[in-house]
Nanobody, 120 residues
């Protein structure tokens, strides 16, 4: 069983920045993507960004130009840099592994427990 551990969430004012981290032991992209999802209260879980080893990220329209996904093989860590945060970005953010880039949450095999991001 692969366990993903997220960190970096918190409270920030609108316009601010946060960086989320996700450590994946034995991290390797193989032929799958790793991704960040988010879920706000009362809403469905939605994809935020995903990437393969090529380093080219796929982003939801709502975060394009503001969020950046990246990975570091040496530390087995996936990152999500979030800039120009908006109230609508408030949600629980989840790291996911082994799924199709841009795919739905149900297509991903491994999940972290989530980290809360609150924008006020």
């Amino acid at each position: 069983q692969v366990q993903l551990v997220e960190s970096g969430g918190g409270s920030v004012q609108a316009g601010g920045s946060l960086r989320l981290s996700c450590v994946v032991p034995g991290y390797t992209y193989n032929n799958y993507c790793m991704a960040w999802f988010r879920q706000a209260p009362g809403k469905r879980r939605e994809g935020v960004a995903s990437m393969k080893s090529s380093g080219h990220g796929t982003y939801a329209d709502s975060v394009k130009g503001r969020f950046t996904i990246s990975g570091d093989d040496a530390s087995s860590t996936l990152y999500l840099r979030m800039d120009s945060l908006e109230l609508e970005d408030t949600a629980m953010y989840y790291c996911a592994a082994e799924g199709p880039c841009g795919g739905r949450w149900i297509e991903y095999k491994y999940w972290g427990q989530g980290t809360q991001v609150t924008v006020s």
